[in-house]
């Protein structure tokens, strides 16, 4: 029997989030200013992770996996910097970082998440 899946914060062309069978998926979050530095978009990132993950029914201690995808992985010190202060201790989820291009090159970050619901 087919799940009933919830999507949350749908426009045309994706979904913010998608719910099923408690497993929360989140669309790659990109920052909503590009004007501020790697540090400053990754706050900016993950400040809307935590927003979405609530919607959802989650939070940050029950994320699965994370995906980040950086313009330029020499920055990944300075993003990390600002990880590690906002990951749970002990709730540290398996993670991959990337260089990648991504869709508009104002954006220094985009994080893919994947998390259970509470």
Known sequence: ???DIQ?????ARYSEAAVCNGIVYLAGMVPERGDTDIRG?????????????????SDKSRILRAQIYLIDIREIGLMNE?????VVPGAAPPRATVQAAL???????EIVVTAAQA
Do not use: N
Request: charged share 25%; glycine share 6%; net charge negative.
């Open 82 to 86: 600002v990880w590690d202060a906002w």
């Open 1 to 3: 029997m087919p799940q």
């Open 7 to 11: 999507r949350i914060g749908v426009a």
């Open 41 to 57: 978009q990754t706050e900016d990132v993950l400040a809307q992770v935590e927003q979405r993950l609530k919607e959802a029914g």
């Open 103 to 109: 869709a508009d090159p104002v954006y220094s970050i």
